[in-house]
């Protein structure tokens, strides 16, 4: 089940989960744990997901620390991401995570 983001009456941010079938449309207002929340968009924006998927490998990297430790670089010091598994690699060694 997917996790919805909603805006609570005081203009927090909540979330929740909702079966895709079930999930109130955007701007629709339902109780999420006794409180009223409206549906907001929300989109997750990978962006070394989208360098992968418009470039293909090997790609420049946008979100990565210059010269980072087991990348080759360009010269002007931003990493060149050569795989999946370099990329995988590269997010173990320095404990990093996809958003």
Do not use: W
Request: glycine content about 6%; charged content about 30%.
């Amino acid at each position: 089940m997917p996790i919805y983001l909603f805006k609570d009456e005081d203009n927090n941010d909540v979330e929740h989960f909702f079966d895709t079938s079930n999930a109130p449309s955007i701007g629709e207002q339902v109780m999420v744990d006794g409180v009223l929340c409206t549906r907001r968009a929300s989109f997750l924006i990978d962006s070394a997901g989208i360098e992968r998927k418009t470039h293909k490998y090997p790609y420049v990297s946008r979100s990565l620390c210059r010269n980072i430790e087991g990348c080759n670089t360009t010269e002007d010091g931003k990493p060149i991401i050569t795989s999946q598994n370099h990329e995988r690699e590269v997010a173990a060694r320095h404990d990093m995570v996809k958003d």
